[in-house]
Nanobody, 114 residues
Framework: VQLQASGGGLVQPGGSLRLSCAAS????????MYWYRQAPGKQRELVAS???????NVADSVKGRFTISRDNAKNTVYLQMSSLKPEDTAVYYC?????????WGQGTQVTVSS
């Protein structure tokens, strides 16, 4: 099982990005899907999560600006980010609970700068 994240890049403050993370391989079940981020010199933090039945939760720091969603047919999780701020700069990682194990993507860099 592999997770492939994409969609990161350089964006100006106030801009938007959409991250995607697709799982591939032998998959019997996917439960929770998550997005984490890690800024330089800081610990990795949970940004957003979505359960198998579509219930979502986002961190207070991104509430109202980030939205997580999933497409079960495509084994994909998305993170729509808007009104981006310089403090959102980080490497963003996806994680999925697949076949009863945690699987991590490789990370995608998001840089918010003018």
């Amino acid at each position: 099982v592999q997770l492939q994240a994409s969609g990161g890049g350089l964006v100006q403050p106030g801009g938007s990005l959409r991250l995607s993370c697709a799982a591939s391989g032998t998959i019997f079940s996917i439960n929770g899907m998550y997005w984490y981020r890690q800024a330089p010199g800081k610990q990795r933090e949970l940004v957003a999560s979505v359960t198998s039945d579509g219930s979502t939760n986002v961190a207070d720091s991104v509430k109202g600006r980030f939205t997580i969603s999933r497409d079960n047919a495509k084994n994909t999780v998305y993170l729509q980010m808007s009104s981006l701020k310089p403090e959102d700069t980080a490497v963003y990682y996806c994680k999925m609970w697949i076949n009863f194990y945690d699987r991590w993507g490789q990370g995608t860099q998001v840089t918010v700068s003018s």
